[in-house]
């Protein structure tokens, strides 16, 4: 049972635009919600996270939104960049956070210049 | 140092071998976990450590795999009889107490023959 649902599976975005990945979970028990980005060779890096009492929560170019009752988060990359050319990974835990992680299947993401 | 480390970075073995990898995790971190990557998927969790006990095993896929953390500290995993199926990049990740953000290594990619 795949419990966190990720798409698109791959985003081509012109340098300066919005990139949007979504994500679905189904365990409501969920309640830590990061993303991930990885760049190849490499492992994960934390980018931003949030928990559910918070529907959005932004750290620079990056927001995250967050609908609980949809089940649905969302990553918005604002002027999006080159260097931003990676894979993204949603992914969700238990226990805020506490929790083995359960990560999206990821998003490439590649910003054209 | 300064990350989490795995060794080795590469391993290539043949079917029924048995193999070993080693995860130096951040120094003072409690938390310790496994996780698996196949080609253009997520992490996907393989067991958890608080200090030297597995507090969450459910994600080892067979007896095949096991892992240990004598000292709360290195862990190694350990993989019996080793198949093709096996091949993927295994990464280590370290947290420390609290809820919150795991520092994940680059990970060791093995190949199964």
């Known amino acids: 049972q795949q419990q966190v649902k990720q798409s698109p599976q791959s985003l081509i975005v012109q340098k300066g635009g919005i990139s949007i990945i979504n994500c679905a979970y189904e365990?409501?028990?969920?309640?830590?919600f990061p993303w991930y980005q990885q760049f190849p060779g490499k492992g994960p890096a934390l980018l931003i996270a949030?928990?559910?009492?918070?529907s959005e929560k932004k750290e620079g170019r990056f927001t995250i939104s967050f609908n609980k009752s949809a089940k649905q988060f969302s990553l918005h990359i604002m002027d999006s960049q080159p260097g931003d050319s990676a894979t993204y990974f949603c992914?969700?835990?238990?226990?805020?956070?506490?929790?083995?992680?359960?990560f999206g299947s990821g998003t490439r993401l590649q910003v054209q210049p | 140092g300064a990350g989490v480390s795995q060794t080795p970075s590469n391993k290539v073995t043949e079917k029924g071998k048995y193999v070993e990898l080693r995860c130096d995790p951040i120094?003072?971190?409690?938390?310790l976990y496994w996780y698996r990557q196949s080609l253009g998927q997520g992490p996907e969790f393989l067991i958890y450590?608080?200090?030297?006990?597995?507090?969450?095993d459910s994600g080892l896929p067979n007896d095949r795999f096991f892992a240990v953390r004598p000292e709360g500290s290195v862990s190694t995993l350990k993989i019996q009889r080793t198949e093709r199926g096996d091949s993927a990049v295994y990464l280590c990740?370290?947290?420390?107490?609290?809820?919150?953000?795991?520092?994940f290594g680059e990970g060791s990619r093995l190949t199964v023959l």
């Open positions: 949030i928990r559910p009492d918070v």
């Open positions: 990740a370290s947290g420390g107490q609290g809820a919150g953000e795991l520092f």
């Open positions: 992914a969700a835990s238990r226990d805020t956070g506490r929790r083995a992680l359960t």
């Open positions: 365990n409501t028990a969920f309640d830590y």
């Open positions: 120094s003072g971190h409690t938390a």
């Open positions: 450590f608080q200090g030297t006990g597995a507090a969450d």
